[in-house]
């Protein structure tokens, strides 16, 4: 399986129609590609949160509409990582999307970890409640978001659900860096699985982004890592490993503990 982590540098500078364009641009050139996976909220920045609300779209809003057209004219399966999603019933939310290879929309998912401790996201989105997956030829995605790296439990959801390969489009912070590494790294190791994390290059609102997208197999091995600027990172790799190893090293079979809620 071949994907390509479209690592996007998000400079203020440059306007969302335009990087909207440029972006859809860099899809139709990884033709070829199994799966393109883009950054969290590339069309504005992670953490330009005075931007959300007046950039925030409905879901089938322009940037949808690019993203699918953009995925349909390479035929690959597109991660357009997430958008200010704005519900005509509801609050913002941070959303990603999921098209097939024809352009049809597969899968859409609402954060469900809201950054900013009392404060930016997490005041100004609402929370996802729902684990997604989608099912491409070879593997199960597992669908995540930046913050949602720092809890395990769900992506312990997501394997339950049969999860193999975990995708996580980011916005992450520079000076955070090595917390991107070890956690993406962990998730890979605990949940014998796959993990894509693509990230931003840039800096959105005076936040320098750490970028450094990263690939990483079932052992932990890291088969691929960007550097800091805006790049495609492609690599190359084999679902059929997800298996192997769980049945080599059966470590998800010992688990005691599950899912469910304490005993009151």
């Known amino acids: 399986m071949r994907a390509s982590l479209l690592q996007i540098d998000v400079n203020e500078d440059e306007s969302v129609e335009s990087r909207r364009s440029r972006v859809a641009s860099l899809v139709r050139e990884q033709a070829g590609a199994d799966l393109v996976v883009l950054p969290e909220l590339w069309t504005t920045g992670a953490f330009a949160y005075e931007e959300f ?16 057209k953009a995925a349909g004219d390479a035929g690959v399966w597109l991660h357009a990582g997430s958008i200010p999603e704005r519900d005509p019933e509801g609050p913002l939310y941070n959303t990603s999307l999921v098209f097939s290879p024809s352009g049809d929309l597969a899968a859409a998912y609402r954060k469900i970890h809201r950054f900013g401790f009392d404060k930016g996201e997490a005041v100004l989105m609402g929370a996802g409640e729902e684990l997604v997956t989608v099912r491409l030829p070879g593997t199960t995605v597992g669908v995540a978001t930046c913050y949602d790296l720092r809890f395990p439990e769900l992506f312990r959801g997501l394997v339950d659900a049969g999860a193999e390969t975990l995708v996580v489009p980011a916005g992450w912070p520079e000076r955070r860096r090595a917390h991107w590494t070890l956690l993406a ?19 959105h609102a005076g936040v320098p982004q750490a970028g450094h997208s990263i690939v990483i197999d079932p052992w932990g091995e890291v088969l691929a890592q960007a550097g800091a600027g805006e790049q495609v990172l492609t690599v190359e790799f084999d679902p059929g490993k ?15 503990l599950g899912l469910a809620a304490p005993r009151r």
Do not use: H, I
């Open 242 to 256: 997800v298996a192997v190893t769980r049945d080599q090293f059966p470590a998800l079979k010992d688990r005691v």
């Open 53 to 68: 609300g007046s950039e925030a779209e409905p879901l089938e809003g322009p940037t949808y509409e690019a993203m699918a």
């Open 185 to 203: 790294q962990a998730r890979a190791v605990e949940n014998q699985a796959f993990v894509l994390a693509c990230g931003t290059a840039g800096t």
